[in-house]
């Protein structure tokens, strides 16, 4: 069973400066936690992220490698796993499709482990992230960490969207 999740404001703590470093990615209390009790429970986690400080300069690829690596070892540290990281490195001006609202990141995800998307859970705390779950027959679902509980309070969410509070929750739900 394959759930997607968010890094920036699902995974970590996000920020309007980007993370651009290993020093400044921190995880969101309990979502480290709750990879691993996904995993445990039989989950394959795949990380769906847009990276545009890549493409705006601020920090280079073996930069962004550098921060996986630690969220992957934070995350195997107490017992979780990512199969994969899928990144897309391009401004919001550049019309490519990988960047979410665009579903591309979902679709090389379906690719690469060779499964349906349909009722797949794409975690996000942005509505980009519901509008690329959507595209694709996703389950989306809205975390109130990050930017989400501003988009739970001021947007209309589709029908059909869940919303919990952190990725615990989420964990909560999946897991019984």
């Not at 290993?22 to 691993?36: R, T």
Request: aromatic share 6%; hydrophobic share 45%.
């Amino acid at each position: 069973m394959l759930i997607c999740l968010d890094r920036d404001g699902v995974i970590n703590q996000d920020s309007e400066a980007y993370i651009k470093s290993p020093e400044e990615w921190h995880a969101i209390p309990g979502s480290l936690e709750a990879i691993a009790r996904l995993t445990t429970a039989g989950y394959t986690i795949a990380v769906i992220t847009n990276q545009s400080g890549l493409g705006r300069g601020l920090f280079d690829l073996k930069t962004l490698v550098a921060i996986h690596e630690k969220m992957l070892r934070e995350i195997r540290a107490v017992g979780g796993e990512v199969a994969a990281i899928f990144y897309c490195p391009h401004l919001p001006g550049d019309q490519c499709a990988c960047r979410k609202p665009q579903p591309g990141l979902l679709l090389q995800a379906k690719e690469y482990f060779q499964v349906t998307l349909k009722g797949v859970w794409m975690v996000g705390d942005t509505f980009r992230d519901v509008e690329a779950a959507r595209a694709v027959g996703c389950q989306p679902v809205l975390v109130k960490t990050g930017k989400g509980k501003l988009i739970a309070e001021t947007t209309t969410l589709p029908t059909g969207c869940l919303v919990f509070d952190d990725l615990a929750a989420v964990a909560d739900a999946l897991v019984c």
